[in-house]
């Protein structure tokens, strides 16, 4: 069965610098959409994406965020200048629409920022 | 807002003895519900999902119905196993917009 891919799956990085996480989602979906969950908390909807652009994104994904799909099959977020309260497990997701069409997460990749 | 709330965990159960994890929403209009699970070390599975009220989603056993009036959707299994300990998660997404919603989150541990 196709699944999500995530890498890496452990990402240590110290405050302040840049992290790239990448996912490559399942190859015939169109809808990708990153969540992440702060440990002990609930996971929290970050950002939709279709089309080549952003189609929703919640109140957390702030200008510190960016997201791209640099080529047919990768799809990234990039946070830049990183914060402690950035530390938590970070999930990719895709669908193939957003009607009934459920989404596929990845195994997710852990963030942890010294 | 759109919120989920779950039963309080950890759960813990022996095995072939049945489960109930409360989930309750709030939103408005009629959103579609889901039950994600997690294994250790994996990412979200979704177990099972209802699009319209008294719809009853199920899969592997388990099943949920779409309760409109209580705004519920409990997970329900008659006779869990060692297999199914893991973390379970009630999720909604509204008809219009494309993000899920998520509870809190519910360890189950089942003992041999």
């Known amino acids: 069965e196709p699944e999500v891919t995530q890498t890496p799956s452990h990402q240590v990085t110290q405050m302040g610098q840049e992290v790239i996480l990448r996912c490559v989602p399942i190859s015939n979906h169109l809808y990708f959409y990153w969540y992440r969950q702060i440990l002990g908390q609930k996971v929290e909807f970050l950002v939709s994406?279709?089309?080549?652009?952003?189609?929703?994104k919640s109140e957390i994904f702030d200008d510190q965020f960016s997201v791209e799909r640099p080529d047919g099959s990768n799809f990234t977020l990039k946070i830049r200048s990183t914060k402690l309260e950035d530390s938590a497990m970070y999930f990719c997701?895709?669908?193939?629409?957003?009607?009934?069409?459920?989404?596929?997460f990845g195994d997710g990749t852990r963030l942890s920022i010294l | 807002g759109n919120s989920v709330t779950q039963m309080e965990g950890p759960v813990t159960l022996s095995e072939e003895a049945f489960l109930t994890i409360n989930c309750t929403y709030t939103?408005?209009?009629?959103?579609?519900l889901f039950w994600y699970v997690q294994y250790p070390g994996e990412g979200l599975q979704l177990l099972l999902k209802?699009?319209?009220?008294?719809d009853k989603g199920s899969n592997k056993g388990f099943e949920a119905t779409y309760r409109k009036e209580t705004t519920s959707f409990h997970l329900e299994k008659g006779s869990v196993q060692v297999s199914d300990s893991a973390v379970y998660f009630c999720a909604l997404k509204r008809t219009s917009g494309s993000r899920l919603t998520f509870g809190e989150g519910t360890q189950l541990t089942v003992n041999p």
């Open positions: 997701a895709s669908s193939e629409g957003t009607v009934n069409q459920p989404q596929h």
């Open positions: 209802a699009t319209k009220a008294d």
């Open positions: 939103a408005t209009g009629y959103p579609s």
């Open positions: 994406f279709y089309n080549n652009e952003i189609s929703e």
